[in-house]
Structure formats: C-alpha cells, structure tokens
C-alpha cells in the first residue's frame, strides 16, 4: 500500500480506550475467491453502513477491512455524531453552488445525525450515549459576538453568557457557548460493532485482515485479496484518510489526511469535576480554527482532543504529546496534574473542495466512493456510506449535487503535508 504517512500511524494499536470497551468482532480473514454483486473496500463506518443498506435490500454484499475491525478511524474519533462534514463554511457553499444546495447540505447534516440515532435505536446498540446537543466555547470576545449573531437567526439555538458558564457546569477561559440542538456524544467502538451485527445478520459477509491489494476492470471487477480473487459487478471505496494512494490511481492526491490526538484520563470524582467547574456531560469543543474538542465521559474521564502532528515520526509524536497536555492544563488547571491513562492519534480526511465526495468515480465505470468528512466522520461518514448505497440500488439520495463533483488534486503530490505547517502556523495566529 501507498500511504502518506509514516508506519506509526497505521500502528495496529494506537492506544485507543475505545478497543477495550468491546469484544472485538471476530470477521473471517479470506481465504479462498469468492464473487458478489458488491464489494465494499474499507471497514469503518462508511463501509458498514453501505453494507448494511445493501444487504437489506437483498444484494449480495462482501465488505473487505486491511486490519481488524474498527481499526482506523471508527475507533480513533472522539466520539462526537454532531452536525459537520466540510470546512467550507455555509456561506462558501452558497455562493459557489447556490442558496439551495447549500440547505440541502445543512438538512443533510442534521439527517445524518439522525441516520446514526435511528441505528443505534432500531438495532438496540448500546452506544453509551449522552449529551444534548454540541456546545461551542468563545474562546475571545470577538467569537462570542459572533454567536451572539448566530443565536439571533437560530431559535433552536442556546447561548449562556459567560457570567452563566459555571451555573451550566461549564467554567473555564470562555466568553460564553453556543449550544446547538443537534447531535449527542457515544463510545464509537460499541457503535461500530453493533452495525457490524447488524450488516452480518442482514446477510452481507465482512472480512478481516484482508487488504485489497489490486483493483481491475473487464468486464466485471476484480480484487485480489489475500493472493485470492474477488469477482463483483460494483465496487465502493470506503478508505478516507487510511485510503492507499494507488487504488485506483485515480485517488492519488485527492485527499489530504491529518492527524487528530486525544488524551484521556482516569475517572474522576465528582469532587474533583467541582474543582475545575466542569461538571456537565455536554460535548463541547472551542471556536479556534484549530480547535479542541472535549467532554466527559459516562465513567468520569474526560476526553480531549486537537489537532495532532504534522508526521508520525517519535520526535513529532513527542512534541504534539507535551502541547496536548499544555493546551489542556490551560483549559482545566485544576486538572493538570491528574493522571492520563490513554493517548492516541487517528486521520482526519481533507478535500481540496472543503467538502465530501460522495458519489461515482471518473472514468471507472461500477466504482463509487465516499471520501473527506473532515473531522466528523461519525454522522456523515456513516450517512454517506448508506446514501452511495442508495444510489446503488436506485433510489434517491436527497443529498447536495455538488458532493458527487469529483475532487480535484490537491498540489505537491506526495509531498502535500507540507502544506500544513504554514496553514497551521497562520491558523493559529489567528486564534489569539
């Protein structure tokens, strides 16, 4: 495989707590060729909820995961199914694609939150899930205004000023939150093995510990996985950031993955939460650019996330670890000196358009792809896996026109992280 990033970042076990909380799936490694209607490249959220569609509707359906299950994204996030999916704000999308398309997304965000609570409800997949809603932090006065404008045009909306934070369990160096009313915090492990259940008992066949490592079309398509050959009419691309730069081809430079690194620590008691004045369970993340995302867990820990190192290397790996607990220290002093038990980093999925892909891949007749949800792969990653399988078997997506616009390159080729370190240091600049 070609990958962007050095091997730590691909690390079997990155450290996640997530893994523990599960029994991990037991997926067959393949073993001998087999043919189906559709094969599935990826086992994460996008590639289960597509399986789970398909096999639904009765097509036969064979999904193949590199590692074990719920090794890369879907047990590395923190867990957030909010509303997201693009860095291209709604004001960009609207004016390079038209008011309504740029609704249409904002519905489309708010579905897929919903998509994911309508799993877990009717598969009975407990997800250890809380939270009303997602809250922003102002982490300036400045960006407090903003949502003071923000909550005037959103009536579904709550804005606490900051002399109300720490009534709300929410004290800390804030101008005052935002609450949106959309989305809920879960444990993404317990999540992605209940949709795992449920795609199997539905009649698709997952596979682990077998990589795609050849892609090819006469006719039909063929994978081969594990020296054997998959026969299958369509194909769906369901990688994001721990996609393989040559399968197809096609992909190379399309995306832009990112790390993202999440601390986490011990329990703590109820005394200790007083302390800091963090005592809600609500999920919560700050306006930065470059932002951090936090909440508690059910068991007391708490979760806190940023963006992580430019590579995967010891040294990086070192120093984004020491900024992590500086930045959190900052935010929680009360808490700076309790002890982190996990620490862990996974890829976030960038396009150049700002936005998804979702839809057929150019030039490859029976390919499709669902790409780049830029940070919030638990809600739109999960939805556009099951709308690609919508559109598959026939039936209206509802979703934007602009998302199936195949992404361009971005430039640099594999060199491209390099342009991270300059957008990082002017984001931050601007984060004072």
Not at 58 to 63: D, E, N
Not at 257 to 264: A, E, G, H, K, N
Not at 369 to 397: E, I, Q, R
């Amino acid at each position: 495989m070609i990958r962007l990033y050095e091997p730590a970042a691909y690390a079997r076990d990155p450290g996640s707590f997530w893994t523990g909380t599960v029994t991990p799936p037991a997926w067959p490694r393949l073993d001998a060729p087999l043919k189906t209607d559709v094969a599935i490249i990826g086992g994460g959220f996008t590639g289960l909820n597509a399986a789970l569609t398909l096999a639904q509707a009765g097509t036969r359906t064979a999904l193949f995961e590199a590692e074990p299950p719920g090794w890369g994204a879907s047990t590395r996030n923190g867990g957030f199914c909010c509303i997201g999916g693009a860095l291209a704000s709604g004001t960009t999308l609207a004016r390079r694609h038209g008011a309504a398309q740029a609704a249409l997304w904002h519905d489309t965000q708010v579905a897929a939150v919903a998509h994911v609570r309508d799993l877990l409800d009717t598969h009975g997949i407990d997800a250890d899930t809380h939270s009303d809603g997602e809250t922003e932090l102002a982490h300036t006065a400045r960006a407090m205004k903003a949502l003071r404008q923000e909550a005037e045009a959103d009536p579904t909306a709550r804005l606490t000023e900051r002399h109300d934070l720490a009534a709300q369990g929410m004290a800390g160096p804030w101008h005052g939150a935002l609450t949106r009313a959309t989305g809920f915090a879960l444990n993404p492990a317990r999540y992605h093995a209940g949709l795992a259940r449920a795609a199997a008992d539905a009649g698709a066949t997952l596979h682990a510990d077998s990589p795609v490592t050849a892609l090819s079309r006469n006719g039909t398509w063929r994978l081969t996985v594990n020296g054997q050959t998959v026969t299958a009419d369509r194909v769906i691309l369901a990688t994001n950031g721990y996609s393989s730069e040559d399968l197809p081809p096609w992909l190379r430079a399309r995306t832009l993955p990112v790390q993202s690194s999440i601390l986490l620590t011990r329990p703590l008691t109820d005394a200790e939460a007083e302390d800091a004045g963090w005592t809600t369970a609500q999920m919560a993340y700050d306006s930065r650019r470059l932002l951090h995302y936090f909440r508690r867990l059910p068991d007391g820990r708490m979760l806190f996330g940023m963006r992580g190192g430019l590579t995967a290397r010891p040294a990086e790996q070192a120093a984004i670890a020491k900024r992590i607990r500086k930045d959190f220290a900052a935010a929680f002093p009360a808490w700076a000196d309790v002890e982190i038990t996990h620490e862990w980093s996974g890829l976030v999925c960038l396009m150049a358009s700002g936005h998804p892909f979702i839809g057929a891949v150019p030039d490859h007749p029976g390919l499709d792809a669902a790409l780049g949800f830029h940070g919030n792969g638990v809600a739109m990653g999960s939805y556009a896996g099951h709308a690609l399988a919508k559109a598959l078997l026939g039936t209206p997506t509802g979703l934007p026109d602009f998302l199936a616009k195949p992404p361009a390159r971005f430039p640099l080729g594999r060199h491209r992280r390099a342009l991270l370190r300059p957008a990082y240091r002017i984001a931050e600049a601007f984060d004072l």
